[in-house]
């Protein structure tokens, strides 16, 4: 992957570098604000984040039922967790059309983040209105142009990090991957010494948001109305080194795939998005090298996944939703996921915010077996800005998840609550109208 590390410095060259090289003041000709650090005389940096501890406790409940196999209920509780969540966004503003954004994750917790390679989730430059007009262009590490990834707050959504549990923003399944027993997707109902049960238990595979890899793209706006965006990407050499036997061997488990993205707002208080995503691996195609499906499954080497969402706005209400569809995804013949999300959020006053999330996956592989998982999650959130930066936040969510396998029947439920303080200091300039998210 040496182009995708040449990316990597190129961004950061022209960060740090090139801002004393090249004139500039801020977009639109705004004058700095408070907050605006100067690296030289004609490049300036926005520093935003926010550094937040989560005191959490969960709850989950499993039961198993099998022709002749009776499986007694086990409960599982975890309480008392404290986890210092810390995100770094950077930009840096070389010139009035070039810009550059890093994300840096410090997140007390090296479980969620389980590699130190992956400190920094983004460093993406950014040419927008390139000779005066709608077009731009991007290149560097960052998230695939797909999908919108709404989420309330501690608990994300289904569509965030797509083949993840947790992320370094909060959890996004309330019932672990430990929480569940290593039969694998094979159709074997565990214990049998079938090869089909040789399958190590990971998270759902699922489309969602692909981060945290390189990729070069355009984009082209008008009218205020309509953006497209279109990238080729290619994700980190971990990102599937860690399901492939002797991952070690393989330089990079992913091949180039293809992500694009319509944004149109029709009104100004409603944006409406749809996307896809062409995802491409040789070396997961070879199921025999794979240790997360059966052996006995039928490998593809291109997986395909489409989104449609949209966002509304008025007055204190904003509700939004998104459906994806995942098709040959895992890179699995016939493996097949259906996402939904239905959400809500009311500003009560200026300083408190209610919201309440409902969303549902389902997953289906037909070869060996067919095997069918259902999750579904309800989230209720209150939101309490003491100061502009100062919040306070408290959440209760539960998750009930099926799984028919081999004659089984698994049923599990999860209960999740949670609270997070948290100091959010200055952002970055005001998103773009395209890019939704919960204030």
């Known amino acids: 992957m040496a182009w995708g590390n040449i990316l990597l410095v190129w961004g950061l060259c022209l960060a740090f570098i090139g801002g004393g090289l090249v004139a500039g003041d801020l977009p639109n000709g705004a004058a700095a604000p408070v907050g605006v650090v100067s690296l030289r005389r004609n490049a300036i940096v926005s520093i935003g984040g926010e550094v937040a501890n989560d005191y959490t406790y969960r709850t989950t409940k499993t039961t198993r039922t099998a022709p002749d196999a009776p499986y007694r209920p086990t409960d599982h509780d975890t309480g008392g967790l404290a986890v210092r969540r810390a995100n770094l966004r950077l930009r840096a503003d070389v010139h009035p059309n070039v810009h550059a954004l890093f994300k840096i994750d410090f997140s007390g917790n090296d479980a969620i983040r389980n590699d130190r390679e992956r400190l920094i989730e983004e460093a993406l430059v950014v040419m927008s209105a390139v000779g005066g007009t709608g077009l731009g262009f991007f290149a560097g590490k960052g998230r695939a142009p797909y999908g919108q990834d709404i989420t309330l707050g501690l608990i994300q959504s289904y569509h965030h990090m797509a083949n993840q549990d947790d992320s370094s923003e909060g959890p996004i399944f309330l019932r672990q991957p430990w929480d569940r027993p290593a039969t694998g997707l094979g159709g074997g109902t565990g214990g049998t010494g079938d090869a089909a049960d040789a399958v190590t238990p990971l998270p759902a595979m699922r489309p969602g948001q692909f981060d945290r890899v390189f990729m070069v793209g355009g984009s082209y706006e008008w009218d205020d109305c309509w953006r497209v965006e279109l990238a080729a990407f290619q994700p980190t050499e971990w990102e599937y080194k860690d399901r492939l036997r002797d991952g070690a061997s393989h330089d990079n488990g992913a091949s180039v795939g293809v992500a694009g993205r319509i944004w149109w707002r029709p009104f100004e208080c409603l944006t409406l998005e749809v996307s896809g995503m062409v995802a491409r691996s040789s070396a997961m195609a070879r199921v025999a090298d794979r240790t997360d499906v059966s052996p006995l499954a039928a490998g593809r080497s291109t997986a395909y996944a489409l989104s449609v969402g949209f966002d509304w706005h008025r007055g204190p209400w904003q509700i939004f939703g998104e459906y994806q569809r995942g098709q040959d995804w895992n890179f699995t013949k016939d493996y097949q996921t259906d996402t939904w999300q239905l959400g809500a959020a009311y500003h009560a006053t200026d300083a408190l915010r209610v919201g309440l999330m409902a969303e549902g996956l389902r997953i289906e592989?037909?070869?060996?077996?067919?095997?069918?998982?259902?999750?579904?999650?309800?989230?209720?959130?209150?939101?309490?800005?003491?100061?502009?930066?100062?919040?306070?936040?408290?959440?209760?969510?539960?998750?009930?998840q099926r799984r028919t396998f081999g004659g089984a029947d698994e049923r599990g439920r999860g209960d999740f609550f949670g609270i997070r303080v948290g100091f959010m200091f200055w952002q970055t300039k005001t998103p773009s109208p395209f890019r939704t998210r919960i204030p």
């Open 365 to 400: 592989q037909s070869i060996p077996d067919r095997v069918t998982e259902r999750f579904f999650k309800l989230v209720f959130t209150v939101k309490y800005d003491f100061t502009d930066s100062l919040f306070i936040l408290a959440e209760y969510g539960r998750e009930w």
